[in-house]
């Protein structure tokens, strides 16, 4: 069964920085695009940031812009979202996904595996 990790999630003081990092585990992803999402309490699933398959297309949420950047390492099979200048309104879990395509997407029902999350908490 496919599964993703996420790691990297805590609590950082606004203004702080966080790096996630998403690791599928039993099939490597290279062929695939990710994405990064996250839904906050009382809130719906929100996408973050995707990227394609080789990287080199990337597609951001205007409330992130300029502060998060995605990434992948095909070689490690791991995709990054390093986050900066966090604000309390980052505050919500955030999961990995994954697309049996190459091109990205920010429609979250695209994707077909996810992980369970992480938890970033944001202190103001």
């Known amino acids: 069964q496919v599964q993703l990790l996420e790691s990297g999630g805590g609590l950082v003081q606004a203004g702080g920085s966080l790096r996630l990092s998403c690791a599928p585990s039993?099939?490597?992803?290279?062929?695939?695009?990710m994405g990064w999402f996250r839904q906050a309490p009382g809130k719906e699933r929100e996408c973050v940031a995707v990227?394609?398959?080789?990287?080199?297309?990337?597609l951001y949420a205007d409330s992130v812009k300029g502060r998060v950047t995605i990434s992948r390492d095909n070689a490690k099979n791991t995709v990054y979202l390093q986050m900066n200048s966090l604000k309390p309104e980052d505050t919500a879990v955030y999961y990995c996904?994954?697309?049996?395509?190459?091109?990205?997407?920010?429609?979250?029902?695209?994707?077909?595996?996810w992980g369970q999350g992480t938890r970033v908490t944001v202190s103001s």
């Open positions: 996904a994954a697309r049996s395509k190459t091109s990205a997407s920010r429609y979250d029902y695209d994707y077909d595996y």
């Open positions: 990227i394609n398959w080789n990287g080199a297309s990337t």
């Open positions: 039993g099939r490597t992803f290279g062929s695939k695009a």
